[in-house]
């Protein structure tokens, strides 16, 4: 009995590998349309988004723009008053770069380059 079924459980993967296979040979098409699309929405560089978040600080949906582009990458290392109340100074490691990040408006009210733990009160107001 466990014999018959190693033999149908070999038999069906052998069966899906077949059918995976004349599939791309019907169709060679199909494979490549992934990876095409993949490729065109590679996006901004890192460089252009920067720019863009640099530009459209202390404007509404700021913070979202933030969140997209660095999801994941960015570190809280400060916290300091600014904004309406407090901002959150927000590291990126990768590109060597600290935004200033008030919550309660959900915007990026200052950027520069480096590991800022405070900006100047101008500047995060």
Do not use: W
Not at 8 to 27: E, F, N, P, Q
Not at 38 to 46: D, F, H, I, T
Not at 83 to 95: F, P, Q, R, W
Not at 109 to 121: E, Q, S, Y
């Amino acid at each position: 009995m466990k014999l018959a079924s190693l033999l149908t459980g070999i038999a069906m993967v052998g069966l899906v590998t077949v059918g995976d296979a004349s599939l791309k040979v019907i169709h060679p098409s199909t494979t490549g349309v992934a990876i095409a699309a993949e490729a065109k929405q590679s996006g901004p560089s890192v460089q252009e988004k920067i720019a863009l978040i640099t530009k459209s600080k202390g404007q509404i949906g700021s913070g979202d723009q933030l969140r997209r582009f660095f999801y994941g990458d960015l570190e809280p290392i400060a916290v300091q008053p600014g904004g309406a109340g407090m901002v959150v100074n927000l590291y990126n490691k990768a590109n060597n770069i600290t935004f200033a990040y008030c919550a309660t408006y959900d915007v990026v009210v200052a950027v520069k380059k480096g590991r800022v733990t405070a900006f100047p009160p101008n500047e995060v107001k």
